[in-house]
């Protein structure tokens, strides 16, 4: 099932599956720990929101094979974790805005598989951790590059959290829908032009091995998202490096999922 978060006409704030007609959702009722079913309703002129509100974002660091290779990174040991703020949420087609108090010019674009959890998970062994997992949805880690690398002694936190650096979206497919995580393709095209083109088979750890980690002596709270890495083609690896500018387009597309899209915008 595709599960999306809209609101109507009136302002109202809805969970509905999407049909084939666009702004037209069958409305759905229920919880992530619960499940959603249909309630029998239509709800027209409906507009995609960022498909949930999490209670914390977790996310990996160099966890592609292929992307470890273009940084010139080894591979890790153990995941690397760190947190983007929940304020970094947004929908599909809001603006990503350019930091302009703390101001970047370095801003870049991480396709991502996002796992959302249905309910709180602790010390979940990796034969169970899937039990856990409501669905996926895509996710675009926007990152600053100068603040991560260079203005922030290293710590990834700040340079991944400015408002807007996290959009997620079009919706949530359920878990029983995308069985196999692990083979799934992933991109990102930047007004229309390819960048990033790989599949989830590269992740190095995969998402049973994710939660377990991060579980171990920790409570994740349901409807958590969890960012699980981004694949080669990122923009600070090239030669030149390609940032994103205002007036940009950038679209994260997932295999059995769908697209995420979103303009870029100057800071205000």
Same mark, same amino acid.
């Given at each position: 099932?595709?599960?999306? @978060? ?7 704030i809805?969970? *509905? ?9 069958r ?16 709800? +027209?002129?409906?507009?995609?929101l ?18 470890? %290779? ?8 153990? #995941? ?9 949420? &947004? ?5 990503? @805005?350019?930091?302009? /108090? ?9 396709? +991502?598989?996002?796992v959302?959890?249905? =309910?709180?998970? =602790? ?7 899937m ?8 996710? !675009?880690?926007?990152?600053? @590059?100068?603040?991560?690398? @260079?203005r922030? *002694?290293?710590?990834w936190? /700040? ?26 393709? &992933?991109?990102?095209?930047? !007004? !229309? ?22 579980s %171990? ?13 981004? #694949? ?21 597309? &997932?295999? *059995?999922? *769908?697209?995420?899209? !979103? #303009? ?5």
């Amino acid at each position: 099932m595709r599960i999306a @978060r809209i609101a109507d006409s009136g302002g109202g704030i809805h969970h *509905g599956a999407p049909t084939d007609t666009p702004s037209l959702f069958r409305e759905l009722h229920g919880t992530w720990a619960s499940g959603f079913t249909a309630t029998g309703r239509m709800i +027209e002129g409906g507009r995609l929101l960022a498909p949930l509100s999490p209670p914390a974002i977790y996310a990996i660091g160099l966890n592609y094979r292929d992307h470890a %290779a273009e940084t010139g990174a080894p591979l890790p040991d153990f #995941p690397v974790v760190f947190m983007k703020s929940i304020r970094s949420v &947004i929908g599909p087609g809001e603006p990503i @805005r350019m930091p302009r /108090r703390l101001r970047s010019d370095e801003v870049d674009f991480e396709a +991502e598989l996002a796992v959302v959890l249905s =309910r709180d998970c =602790r010390n979940a062994a990796r034969a169970e951790a899937m039990d856990f997992v409501a669905g996926f949805t895509c996710a !675009n880690d926007v990152s600053a @590059r100068d603040w991560q690398l @260079r203005r922030s *002694g290293r710590q990834w936190c /700040r340079a991944k959290s400015f408002d807007t650096f996290c959009p997620l979206g079009p919706w949530v497919v359920t878990a029983d829908e995308l069985p196999d995580p692990l083979h799934l393709g &992933i991109s990102t095209h930047v !007004n !229309n032009r390819p960048m990033q083109e790989s599949d989830t088979s590269q992740m190095i750890f995969d998402v049973p091995a994710l939660l377990e980690f991060l579980s %171990a002596d920790t409570t994740l709270p349901g409807g958590s998202v969890i960012l699980t890495g981004t #694949p080669h083609g990122v923009g600070m690896a090239r030669k030149p490096p390609v940032w994103l500018h205002p007036g940009d387009t950038v679209a994260i597309r &997932i295999a *059995g999922i *769908g697209t995420l899209e !979103n #303009p870029v915008a100057e800071g205000d």
